[in-house]
T-cell receptor, first 115, second 113 residues
Framework: DAGITQSPRHKVTETGTPVTLRCHQT?????MYWYRQDPGHGLRLIHY???????DKGEVSDGYSVSRSKTEDFLLTLESATSSQTSVYFC??????????????FGPGTRLTVL | QQQVKQSPQSLIVQKGGISIINCAYE??????FPWYQQFPGKGPALLIA?????SEKKEGRFTISFNKSAKQFSLHIMDSQPGDSATYFC????????????FGAGTQVVVTP
């Protein structure tokens, strides 16, 4: 998985609790992404980062926030988890986005269940 | 609203057969079309990709066919093997869009021995 780790790999939590997922890379890639994967929807972009402290929203960002204080770490926070956020979350990295076409490498995923 | 529509949802093919997965898009600004392969419990991995300046790209047993006028592209897996059993996602993106991909819903392929 291209030097990408995600933690935790599995988490069960209750509605209303805060949750933070961590993505750590050892590739020194500039670009990082958080996706969620749900049956029938493929992968949908939540947030992305194009540098330290530079982040922006994706197509399904409501209820999520992110932070990137170091090149290697990208955190995804659910401020108050809801059952609709039960999903598998993937982090991805990319070396360069000078033009479309640079490969995105995906981490192993975190399975989150909100009861 | 899904900008990239993928079909079928699932398919079963015998070993040695051909698997065909189709994707259609609406946004003519898309200029990069990758296919990702995902095994259970793993993250997706790039399989093959194409740009609209060519109509076909082949890598081993995997071929992308691209029809710009119809706004469609497809993945052909020739001589399918049990090890090809996985979920396949098509995607599309626009140059200089920070790598924001639009993914299809995925196709689960099962290759029977």
């Amino acid at each position: 998985d291209a030097g990408i780790t995600q933690s935790p790999r599995h988490k069960v939590t209750e509605t209303g609790t805060p949750v933070t997922l961590r993505c750590h890379q050892t590739e020194n890639h500039r670009y990082m992404y958080w996706y969620r994967q749900d049956p029938g929807h493929g992968l949908r972009l939540i947030h992305y980062s194009y540098g330290v402290k530079d982040t922006d929203k994706g197509e399904v960002s409501d209820g999520y926030s992110v932070s990137r204080s170091k090149t290697e770490d990208f955190l995804l926070t659910l401020e108050s988890a809801t059952s609709s956020q039960t999903s598998v979350y993937f982090c991805a990295i990319s070396e360069s986005m000078r033009e479309a076409g640079d490969t995105q490498y995906f981490g192993p995923g975190t399975r989150l269940t909100v009861l | 609203q899904q900008q990239v529509k993928q079909s079928p949802q699932s398919l079963i093919v015998q070993k040695g057969g051909i698997s065909i997965i189709n994707c259609a898009y609406e946004n003519t600004a898309f200029d990069y079309f990758p296919w990702y392969q995902q095994f259970p419990g793993k993250g997706p991995a790039l399989l093959i990709a194409i740009r609209p300046d060519v109509s076909e790209k082949k890598e081993g047993r995997f071929t992308i066919s691209f029809n710009k006028s119809a706004k469609q592209f497809s993945l052909h897996i020739m001589d399918s093997q049990p090890g090809d059993s996985a979920t396949y996602f098509c995607a599309a993106s626009i140059s200089n869009s920070w790598g924001k991909f639009q993914f299809g819903a995925g196709t689960q392929v099962v290759v029977t021995p």
